[in-house]
């Protein structure tokens, strides 16, 4: 029967789409936190800000890039968080 063989390559593939989709989605994560981190970090030394690096702010990061760590750093100078 061609139908065992059949059905386990095409697992295979969906299995392997998935992990790509799933790396692929993580390394944007990765670049965008280490992005928004070290545009928190350069306000935190030129303006002196005191933001922490908490979990919070590094998943804000993480989903937000740039803009998240633009978010993080206009929250904090109203008083509102971080």
């Known amino acids: 029967m061609v139908v065992p063989e059949l059905s ?3 697992i295979a593939l969906i299995a392997l789409a998935v992990i790509y989709f799933f790396f692929k989605t993580f390394k944007s ?3 965008n936190a ?4 070290v545009i ?8 002196g800000l005191g933001i922490a ?6 998943l804000i ?3 937000g890039g740039a803009l998240g760590a633009l978010l993080i ?3 904090h100078v ?3 968080a971080f």
Request: proline share 0%; net charge neutral; aromatic share 16%.
């Open 61 to 63: 990061s993480a989903i």
């Open 73 to 75: 750093i206009v929250l």
């Open 29 to 31: 994560l990765i670049v």
């Open 8 to 10: 386990t390559i095409i």
């Open 53 to 58: 690096y908490t979990w919070l702010v590094i």
């Open 34 to 37: 280490i992005v928004g981190l």
């Open 40 to 47: 928190l970090f350069g306000a935190n030394m030129l303006f």
């Open 78 to 80: 109203f008083g509102i």
